[in-house]
């Protein structure tokens, strides 16, 4: 299949509005697009690609929003058949039929396209000076391997070596032997680690076997150790007591020896002579508390006498509190009639300037008939203030009322419509919709019929990819479901794969019995076999020999003897000889024969394998028989495809009901635009204009005039319906104003009569305004409570003055009766005071002369008992009371001794558990204390030893049974390590898995490197050495293939007798040589498959003029191949080519200006 | 007039305490710390499972262990397990399975007292009088029971509820070997209300009269083993067994979430978001639980492009939005990309240029064997030095053609990322 394109339109395109490239009719000459810099030829270029492949949604070529861009294309397929297309930039259909504008599939185009895509099209047809020098570059990297070089140039894929030692790269730095630091040695590492981690956490049987008897044998000496200290302890405490009555014993002598110092004793009580000291001491006491007590009692009697005498200077009814009341009452009324008088006199003075300020009153009028309380002042300022509010509300209703009425004016209708125009509106909108729905139904037509164009050639291709013409039949057809083919298959596969095992057995039987049969003839050469008569005729030869050896013994002939001898020698050696061949041989039957039987073995084994074989044959040809007699739908092709045939045929039965379905659409369609037509009618449409089935065209026209008027109609409704509720609101309104401007008169004349009933009892004279005779209120108002205040205070003036006169009166009653009369009230009440407290103080005085009589008499018979009681005690000691000091003292020794030696006596008669003192002196006669200290220190020491193991051991089992305790609750530390291996392994398993992709990866690229090689070595390698010579204006003479320094072949450019390796050659050559490789593996490329246009893009900018010339030609060559466009801003590259390839080879077109 | 009071066993099997997860590779932020022990956390759900239902008897149906103990704390755990039951008055029977039969993990631990194991001479019938109940059963006494052991059961006791406890694949699962193979009609014939199995880690109630259930294992340890696990709840009522429900107990979710590669997706942001919504549902559905989960981009070969060439890049643009969605709730084991067939099976295939062959000569290796043995040879190497425990299941098998044409589709991609396209190709 061949592309090539014809024309170009840019209808716009980023900067190209409407410019055409016009490449003709013919194919074959080479196609010269010049243009200056900025003439659009980058643009040009990037359209041709997205035309083929679509218009990037973020396009740089959209330079206006709102402005849709389009590639209008002609193209010609295999040279026979032209395609005129539009693709438009957007996501919808963007690629349209030209002529129709009806969507066109992009799996249509791409198959004319051959199935390449933007970026093969861009490696494989297009080619500019930095690719081509990119490209000559990697020749000289790849060092001219020709693999590489063959790939790189039909692949279009610029540094494919580079890129396949970045995927070896890969693949080792995922793992390389013996590298520790790529990630899967880590990994694997990691696993290794964690796996090692887990063994020496892990708790082992025995391990914990031992931690248990561990935990026993210490047990066990605890209580070893236990049973130890208990023996210990009561020897202990045997020696301890011992030990312990070593003292008591001592003491218990000393005590007794002291006693019997001390001799016979007088009981003398303890504390006698303490008690002695307490009498006497206690008789020195009272004797001077009794002489204290008598000398206070003259003293107090002379305190009582002048106390009486003080109390008696005032009588005893005097009310002292109550004097002191009346005086404190009338100093206080005296000051308040005083500040009362003042006030008085104030308050006359702003009566009289009130009076004044009022003026004299009506004739024959008195102040109290003018006189204004606050209550009715209240109601006079409410009354007016009404009437002030009432006189507003009447303006301001006047004032609505005035306006409703202009409004009302303002709003009579003067236009009025006829019901009818509404009706009308009513209809048209209804007809109006109808067309719309219309109108999208025809807008879908085209749409459907271009769908149903599109469906019925896709529907044909399928049908053809499904080798059938008749969609029915297809359908009808009985296809089995895809799972019966997957069966088949398997059971195919099965079925070769045993006939291919039983033809590799018959093959293996085959060769067994070849073998076999080459051992036996190899057997069979190994010459003439002796027999047993040979053997007996050697034998007898050699019998013969000897005789005539013995006789020519007898003969005594040396010389006869000796060859006699001889020849017996040797008839013995072939006798012998003999022999040794036919034991050889018995065994050589024997190989034989085995041999033998493993032919026979192996023929039977192949016979049978044939059968088997030929029985398998049958069987699959009996089962694919009856596959295909079962589905003979499936005829048509081979059973690995199957399941795509089914595929492919699912897709056309899907298109052919699709198409119908949109075949039935259409009918849908047509019958609603003839209906449509009444409605053309109705807005308005000339019947004469209409056809039975109206177009889109004059509905659309219809619609929009009938749109319009629609509007018009509703408009001048609105404008109605809205002077109709200005004038209803006005009316409304007048009405309200009308009723308010009533009720504010009202309102007022019913103010102005409560304002005037409000003043009228206060005679304010002749008719004034209301705030004038509000004020005249308010001033009389004032006058009324001035007056009001004076006379209350004259009233409170007089009786506070009668309060003072009782007052003093009484004060002057009681000092009469107290006899102080005259006096002054201040000495009168001290008086009174002085009395009263001496009064108070007599029975105290007469009670402390008692009480100091008591106690001197009580202190007298005190010391007379102590005295009795120290005559008694000398009395008993038998002593004077002077000695009973030192009595007492040895009574108390000796009792204290006794004591002692009772208690000694019960402790040793304890400590030795007897029962009597005798028997405790003889239990610890003869003991010798030092050694029993020894061996109690012993014992302790023991002890302690004893107690530190044990507690050691203690310990120890505590640990344990912890460690223990924490061994059965199972430790997961183990188990944790385990996880962590297994994730390192997950790891190392991943890594692992994209080790071997890429390796597999490299070493699949290098075979197909080397399967491209050997398959384009051959031709594509001569014409790239034709264009090589060429494009060097035959100062190279071509191309061949030599070894390179690996030992695989490498391309070497010829120069007459000498070859150049990719090393040697100039930068500029090497752009040439490249050159020809793309050349030469496009037209293999075009003529194995596709030809697509290439499109060169300034590609000989570092070309001289005469490797320019030689380029021309070669691309002139090319161009009869595949289309060439070349796109140059160099104008001398336009006029090299026009001189050097002439009109017929060259079609030379512009962008912008012309040189 | 009131009912029998429900008296509740429970069911469980295929405990494999301390068995590794396997298919976890960790990465950044993966919370390697919820899944750590995940078989012993499982194993405290079912005992707190017990206790929380007042169950009176525990049934545990062989496997409890994976194997011969590396380290004997895995028996110390169960047993201080068993103790938490005790305490709490439940009595447990356990039989051994293929996995810890008595050749396997002879007894060397000292259990406690209220648990009873099945022996491996003979089925045997323990009786639970208080509850009337007999349980039936016997042990593995080596890994590959190939005989019929249910027939040597004895019949069901009259006026019992009769338990048959059993390790055993009955007449065959995929996946699992068919050890004491027996069929359901055998069992049956027995005469048991209940048939508590154990061996497959797929729950599945075989039948209900009499009930025949797999609880499948107490927690999935692989992404083969996916959904809800646990054990199986019985409800008793007088003489017979009401009903039975199925109780998750795993710590750890597997699961596998599949996202078609849409025809409109136009870069790999659009998969991406809908992997986000997926792996949101999958994290809701899993109820708090880790879910481990699988991301696998399906799609025919042109639709992978839309992701990207970069694999590294995909897996953690997967994990970052799970992250986001679900917090350390999700742990991304791995992302995928499994190609599926062209929908037209055409595109690549028919282009003409190198790549196309390329690609062809990549399919090709995947559809036959001829084709893929030179290629495979160059990973020889690396399958003989990575050794087994690595490569197995990872390297194809070049027998297996479902192996190859996995492979060769990664095979197809790399290249596909690495020759794609020419850098600054402009025409």
Known sequence: ?1155 | MYGAPTVRIVHAADLHVDSALEGLERHDGAPVGTVRGATRRALENLVALCIAEDAKLLLLAGDLFDGAWKDFNTGLFFVSQMKRLREAGIPVVIARGNHDAESRIPKQLRLPGNVRELPTARATTIAFEDLNVAVHGQSYATVAVTEDLAARYPMAVAGTINVGVLHTALDGRPGHDTYAPTTVNKLVDRGYDYWALGHIHTREIVREDPWIVFPGNLQGRHARERGAKGATVIEIEGRRVVSTRHAPLDVVRFEEIRIPIAGDDGGSGDAIDRARHAIGVAHGEAGGRLLAADVVFTGSPERHVALGPNRDRTASDVRSVALDVAGDGVWIARVRRHVTASPTGEEDGARKDALGRLIAAARACGASLDEAAAVLKSVDDLRDRLGESVTAGIFPDAASAEDRADFFAEVEELLRAKLGSSPGSQP
């Open chain 1, 1 to 1155: 299949m061949s592309v090539r394109i014809r024309s170009v339109l840019f209808e716009p395109f980023g900067a190209l509005r409407g410019v055409e490239l016009d490449f003709g009719p013919v194919a074959g000459p080479l196609q010269v697009v010049w243009g200056p810099n900025e003439a659009g030829k980058s643009t040009a270029l990037r359209g041709i690609v997205d035309f083929f492949f679509g218009i990037p949604r973020d396009s740089s070529d959209q330079h206006e929003r709102g402005v849709e861009l389009r590639i209008r294309m002609r193209l010609v397929v295999d040279d026979d058949r032209e395609l005129d297309l539009v693709r438009r930039k957007g996501s919808k259909d963007p690629l349209r039929c030209g002529a129709t504008d009806a969507p066109v599939a992009e799996r249509d185009l791409t198959r004319w396209m051959g199935g390449v895509d933007r970026d093969t099209f861009k490696q494989l047809h297009a080619l500019d000076h930095v690719r081509l020098r990119e490209g000559a570059d990697s020749i000289l990297r790849g060092e001219g391997r020709l693999g590489e070089l063959m790939l790189e140039a039909t692949s279009g894929a610029t540094g494919l070596v580079d890129r396949l030692q970045a995927l070896r790269d890969e693949a080792d730095a995922l793992y390389r032997p013996r590298a520790k630091s790529t990630e899967l040695s880590v990994a694997i590492e990691g696993w290794k680690s964690a796996t090692r981690a887990m063994g020496q956490e892990s708790l082992s049987h025995t391990a914990w076997n031992e931690q248990e008897r561990g935990i026993a044998e210490t047990r066990q000496r605890v209580m070893d150790a236990d049973q130890k200290l208990k023996d210990a302890r009561i020897d202990l405490a045997k020696l301890e007591k011992l030990v312990l009555l070593e003292d008591p014993l001592a003491r218990l002598r000393h005590r007794r020896m002291r006693r019997a110092q001390l001799g016979p004793v007088a009981d003398v009580p303890e504390g006698t002579a303490l008690r002695r000291d307490e009498l006497a001491h206690e008789i020195a006491t009272a004797s001077g508390e009794a002489e204290r007590a008598e000398a206070e009692l003259p003293r107090l009697a002379v305190e009582l006498e002048s106390t009486r005498t003080r109390a008696s200077a005032v009588s005893l009814d005097f009310d002292r509190a109550g004097a002191q009341a009346r005086s404190v009452a009338i100093v206080a009324l005296g000051r308040a009639i005083a500040d009362a008088t003042t006030e008085l006199g104030d308050m006359g003075r702003v009566r009289d300037e009130a009076l004044e300020q009022l003026g004299p009153p009506p004739e024959g009028l008195a102040w109290s008939a003018r006189a204004v309380d606050a209550r009715s002042l209240t109601r006079a300022e409410t009354c007016a203030a009404e009437r002030r509010a009432a006189r507003i509300a009447l303006a301001a209703a006047e004032r609505a009322h005035v306006e409703a009425e202009a409004r009302i004016h303002a709003a009579t209708p003067t236009d009025a419509h006829s019901a009818a125009a509404g009706r009308d509106a009513q209809e048209l909108a209804s007809a109006l919709a109808a067309l719309r729905r219309a109108s999208a139904a025809a807008s879908s037509l085209d749409g459907l019929a271009a769908r149903e164009i599109e469906l019925t050639q896709r529907l044909g291709v399928a049908l053809a990819d499904v080798g059938e013409s008749d969609q029915d039949a297809l359908a009808a057809a009985s296809v089995p479901h895809p799972a019966v083919i997957d069966d088949e298959l398997r059971r195919r596969g099965a079925s070769e794969a045993k006939l291919a095992a039983t033809e590799r057995d018959l093959l293996g039987a085959g060769e067994r019995a070849a073998r076999a049969v080459a051992e036996l003839a190899s057997l069979r050469e190994g010459g003439a076999v002796p027999s047993a008569a040979d053997l007996a005729a050697a034998r007898e030869q050699r019998d013969d020999a000897m005789s005539q050896a013995f006789e020519a013994l007898d003969t005594g002939a040396l010389d006869v003897t000796r060859r006699a001898l001889r020849t017996a020698e040797q008839s013995q050696r072939a006798a012998d000889t003999v022999a040794d061949r036919l034991r050889h041989e018995a065994s050589r039957v024997e190989h034989f024969a085995r041999v033998d039987n493993e032919r026979r073995d192996a023929q039977q084994a192949a016979s049978a394998l044939e059968i088997a074989a030929a029985q398998a044959k049958r069987a699959r040809a009996a089962g694919e028989a009856e596959f295909a007699t079962a589905w003979p739908a499936l005829a048509v092709v081979p059973l690995e495809a199957a399941r795509g045939w089914l595929a492919r045929r699912s897709e056309a039965l899907g298109t052919a009901a699709e198409l119908s379905a949109t075949r039935t659409r259409i009918e849908e369609v047509r019958s609603e635009l003839r209906q449509a037509r009444a409605h053309l009618l109705v807005v308005g449409a000339g019947s004469n204009a209409l056809d039975e089935s109206p177009s889109k065209l004059v509905i659309d026209a219809a619609i929009a005039s009938a749109e319009s008027r629609l509007d018009q109609e509703r408009t001048a409704e609105r404008r109605r319906e809205e002077r109709a509720g200005i004038h209803a609101r006005a009316t409304s309104d007048r009405d309200v104003a009308a009723s308010n401007l009533d009720h504010a008169r009202s309102i007022d004349d019913a103010a102005d009569k409560a304002f005037r009933q409000a003043i009228g009892p206060h005679q304010l004279g002749a008719p004034q305004t209301t705030e004038e005779a509000l004020a005249t209120l308010i001033a009389l108002a004032a006058a009324t409570r001035e007056t009001r205040r004076h006379d209350r205070l004259a009233s409170r003036v007089g009786q506070l003055r009668g309060e003072l006169a009782v007052a003093q009166q009484q004060w002057s009653d009681a000092t009469s009766r107290a006899g102080l009369e005259g006096v002054e009230p201040d000495e009168v009440l001290r008086r009174a005071e002085v009395a009263r407290e001496a009064r108070a103080d007599v029975p105290r005085i007469e009670e402390a002369i008692a009480q100091r009589r008591d106690v001197a008499n009580a202190a007298r018979a005190r010391a007379d008992r102590a005295s009795g009681r120290l005559a008694d005690l000398a009395q008993r000691a038998g002593v004077p009371d002077d000695h009973l000091a030192a009595a007492e003292q040895r009574a108390r020794d000796a009792r204290a001794l006794e004591r002692e030696i009772a208690g000694l006596e019960s402790t040793v008669i304890e400590m030795t558990a007897t029962a009597t003192l005798v028997e405790a002196e003889a239990h610890v006669r003869g003991v010798d204390f030092t050694v029993t200290s020894e061996r109690t220190e012993q014992l302790r020491a023991d002890i302690d030893a004893l107690e530190a193991s044990r507690t050691r051991d203690l310990h120890d089992i505590g640990a344990q049974l912890t460690y223990l305790e924490q061994m059965e609750r199972g430790s997961g530390s183990a188990a944790d390590l385990a996880e962590t291996a297994q994730a390192h392994l997950t790891r190392a398993r991943g890594l692992a898995r994209r080790a071997a992709v890429a390796r597999a990866a490299v070493a699949l690229l290098e075979r197909e490197i080397e399967r491209h090689r050997a398959e384009r070595e051959g031709p594509v390698l001569r014409r790239a050495s034709d264009l090589f010579r060429l494009l060097t204006a035959e100062r190279w003479s071509g191309l061949r293939v030599g070894d390179g320094d690996d030992g695989g072949p490498e391309i070497r450019c010829v120069r007459g007798e000498r070859e150049r390796s990719v090393k040697e050659l100039s930068e500029g050559t090497r752009d040439q040589l490249y050159l020809a490789l793309r050349l030469a593996a496009l037209e293999h490329h075009a003529r194995a498959g596709v030809a697509l246009p290439l499109v060169l893009d300034d590609v000989l900018v570092h070309f001289d003029d005469q490797r320019t010339e030689a380029a021309l030609i070669a691309l002139a060559e090319v161009g009869k191949t595949v289309q060439v466009l070349l796109f140059t801003h160099e104008q001398r590259v336009a006029e090299i080519a026009r001189r050097v390839l002439g009109q017929g080879s060259i079609s030379l077109h512009e962008l912008g200006r012309m040189p």
